[in-house]
T-cell receptor, first 115, second 115 residues
Framework: GDSVTQMEGPVTLSEEAFLTINCTYTATGYPSLFWYVQYPGEGLQLLLKATKADDKGSNKGFEATYRKETTSFHLEKGSVQVSDSAVYFC??????????????FGAGTRLTVKP | EAQVTQNPRYLITVTGKKLTVTCSQN?????MSWYRQDPGLGLRQIYY???????DKGDVPEGYKVSRKEKRNFPLILESPSPNQTSLYFC??????????????FGSGTRLTVV
């Protein structure tokens, strides 16, 4: 079945450092790919998405490019801030598998940014 | 404001005492789903619903029930809670899109402790 694998955390960075969180996927169809962010004590929020190969999703300075050849969707940000401290989840949705509106999530990567 | 509302946010209960966690969305979404989040396991789907009166099991349905009598509400019922159901629970909703392009909107979560 479909699955998502993302790098284990926790990740600790200093403010203004470059961030990469790796995400790879396995899917039988043509999935849409997502990054969600979970701030402390809150639910998950959609951060960005890409719906086809070579698409780049971007939001709040974060970017991720849908790479079909490497089945990857790595999250990047050029200069992180303390306020970016959160747990980040990579996810995929592959509706062609059936009628289930299913979203498959990675295990999450906790990011801590220190001043 | 478009949102998914869960109640309660925190709940401590005893083994075997029936409880219900409510979930309501105001976006006219067809699809609703319940997840539990456990350390190291990410998000696992409990039940989902494609529309009113249409529900189905997710990956970890044992010990849970749901109902979808109205489009906006999707309560999660634990008939006889056990300590292994101690977890953080999230309700989510979305439009249904055959291409899988829509992300989910999540509630703020319910932290349940069963003693």
């Amino acid at each position: 079945g479909d699955s998502v694998t993302q790098m284990e955390g926790p990740v600790t960075l200093s403010e203004e450092a470059f961030l990469t969180i790796n995400c790879t996927y396995t899917a039988t169809g043509y999935p849409s790919l997502f990054w969600y962010v979970q701030y402390p004590g809150e639910g998950l929020q959609l951060l960005l998405k890409a719906t086809k190969a070579d698409d780049k999703g971007s939001n709040k300075g974060f970017e991720a490019t849908y790479r079909k050849e490497t089945t990857s969707f790595h999250l990047e940000k050029g200069s992180v801030q303390v306020s970016d401290s959160a747990v980040y989840f990579c996810a995929l949705s592959d509706r062609r598998e059936g009628n289930n509106n299913d979203m498959r999530f990675g295990a999450g990567t906790r990011l801590t940014v220190k001043p | 404001e478009a949102q998914v509302t869960q109640n309660p946010r925190y709940l401590i209960t005893v083994t075997g005492k029936k409880l219900t966690v409510t979930c309501s969305q105001n976006m006219n979404h067809e699809y609703m789903s319940w997840y539990r989040q456990d350390p190291g396991l990410g998000l696992r789907q409990i039940y989902y619903s494609m529309n009113v009166e249409v529900t189905d099991k997710g990956d970890v349905p044992e010990g849970y029930k749901v109902s979808r009598k109205e489009k906006r509400n999707f309560p999660l019922i634990l008939e006889s809670p056990s300590p292994n159901q101690t977890s953080l629970y999230f309700c989510a909703s979305s439009l249904i899109d055959p291409g899988g392009h829509y992300g989910y909107t999540f509630g703020s979560g319910t932290r349940l402790t069963v003693v």
